[in-house]
């Protein structure tokens, strides 16, 4: 892909150029999705596919404006770093934790929740 990126955290919350100049791409949740293609429905547009169900969203920049534009930048900038501040669900999970909480059953860090452990 020969596209500019934008990154937080290493993962990508945006892209410039995609499909072609004068779009983007942003990283929605599906619920942002659904109302800023039902509020701008000639500037955002529903990825096809898997990436689309989860809220990929191309942005047609003429159309959107500074303004929204700005917004649905930020709001997949929020989305991507929330992901990966620990102690968060999608942050454990990021962790590679699988989501699992400090002292469940089978944590990573060997303790059982409700159970003393005497040597």
Do not use: C
Not at 65 to 86: E, F
Request: proline fraction near 6%; aromatic fraction near 6%; charged fraction near 25%.
């Amino acid at each position: 892909m020969n596209h500019p990126d934008f990154r937080v955290g290493g993962k990508i919350f945006a892209t410039l150029g995609y499909p072609s100049a004068g779009w983007a791409m942003v990283k929605l949740t599906p619920a942002q999705q659904q109302l800023y293609t039902i509020a701008h429905p000639d500037a955002f547009v529903s990825i096809k596919g898997t990436w689309g169900q989860r809220g990929a969203t191309n942005v047609r920049l003429r159309a959107a404006g500074v303004r929204i534009a700005r917004q649905a930048l930020t709001d997949a900038w929020r989305n991507v770093s929330a992901a990966r501040k620990p102690g968060s669900p999608q942050g454990r999970k990021a962790e590679g934790q699988g989501g699992r909480n400090p002292g469940q059953e089978g944590s990573k860090d060997g303790m059982t929740k409700g159970r003393r452990r005497d040597g």
